[in-house]
């Protein structure tokens, strides 16, 4: 089966070749759309002298999936997939990519996104060790993940859309097409970029003007809510929350996602309200529970957190937030044997943590 590898690039000197030499032992063909670059982006391309690769040049239409799917028509191969210019393939996966392309049931898959940052304070962060492509070394890096569609087969007929955080699954779900999650890892860089604040503004335009388009739609305020929280628009991102949920009070995902936008707001009780409602709807939600201790500790509400973290120990010995805030409590009860042992527990699983070896720090002048 033959495979097209795909590009949408504007201004992208700093990754751009790591990113199509990452693919090009693998590509049947290789179509970058340039959008206007006005760096060395293009330069880079044609030193590269790749023969499968093609450059085709388009205006900006502030769209992602009208490019996306410009690049699925004009792509010769049985299966096409996309990589933006600030991602690599992880080398030591390119034949599990090959192998899920042999595969006659498979029609679109999505793959993991691992989003690097010098932020330790973003959410679900995990430190950055050992050799990362492209990169001469990961010391004060971090990552997260989440997944992405990114290989469809041409055949299947599935298009992306959503003029911002375009996706595959509103055609996939019209087609009754499964999107298949295959664990394969893309580097990406993005936020390691200087112009990253820059292109954070556009997305908050972007991402207004598609929520305007598709007001009905509650994933295009989850969008929203999450491009103004990454902004650091709290006030807004609250305000806008409060809305979301009025608007859809059934709905896990934007639920979700205000209560997060709440908790960095500091806005506790307005935070504690949406996990409460959201675990009436799913008991099970893997992140909710959790994450309730911590609107229950900001509340003063110490005891019921406690009772909390104990609970979620006894299902996962090792979870970071009850240990966390169990240390805390201690802590602040002077009880300092028991809030070294719970605090050094969740130090071992985040050892970038100032807080946590600061407050170890303080706990050994107490001994």
Request: proline content about 3%; overall charge negative.
């Amino acid at each position: 089966m033959s495979l097209t590898s795909c590009f949408m690039v504007k201004n992208e000197a700093l990754f751009i070749r790591d990113a199509i030499l990452s693919v090009s032992s693998i590509s049947d063909e290789i179509l970058v759309m340039d959008t206007g670059s006005e760096d060395e982006t293009l330069e880079i391309i044609a030193e590269l002298d790749l023969p499968q690769l093609r450059l085709i040049h388009e205006s900006w239409k502030d769209d992602y999936s009208w490019s996306r799917n410009q690049l699925i028509a004009a792509a010769k191969s049985d299966w096409i997939f996309f990589l933006d210019g600030d991602e690599i393939l992880e080398p030591k996966q390119l034949s599990l990519l090959k192998e899920s392309i042999q595969n006659p049931k498979l029609q679109a898959a999505s793959f993991i996104q691992r989003n690097y940052t010098q932020d330790a304070s973003t959410a679900d962060v995990t430190a950055a060790t050992g050799s990362i492509p492209a990169l001469k070394s990961s010391k004060d890096l971090f990552y997260f993940e989440n997944w992405m569609e990114r290989l469809l087969r041409k055949s299947s007929g599935l298009e992306y859309q959503g003029r911002i955080h375009e996706s595959l699954f509103p055609a996939a779900q019209k087609k009754n097409i499964v999107i298949e999650k295959i664990p394969v890892v893309l580097h990406h860089y993005g936020r390691l970029k200087p112009e990253y604040q820059k292109k954070l503004k556009y997305y908050l335009k972007l991402t207004k003007r598609k929520l305007n388009e598709d007001y009905e739609n509650p994933a295009a305020w989850v969008e929203w809510l999450l491009t103004l929280d990454e902004s650091a628009e709290q006030e807004e991102a609250l305000l806008t929350a409060k809305e979301a949920v009025q608007k859809f009070p059934h709905i896990d995902l934007v639920l979700e996602t205000s209560y997060r936008v709440a908790l960095r707001a500091g806005a506790y009780d307005e935070a504690l309200v949406w996990i409460e409602r959201l675990l009436k709807l799913n008991p099970r939600h893997a992140k909710a529970r959790p994450e309730k201790t911590i609107a229950l500790l900001y509340l003063g509400k110490w005891d019921e957190c406690l009772q909390l973290c104990l609970e979620l120990i006894k299902g996962d010995a090792k979870n970071f937030l009850a240990h966390l805030h169990l240390g805390i409590i201690h802590f602040e009860r002077r009880e300092w044997t028991a809030a070294k042992q719970h605090l050094e527990l969740a130090y071992q699983q985040k050892p970038h943590d100032v807080f946590l070896r600061s407050a170890l720090e303080k706990i050994s002048t107490h001994q």
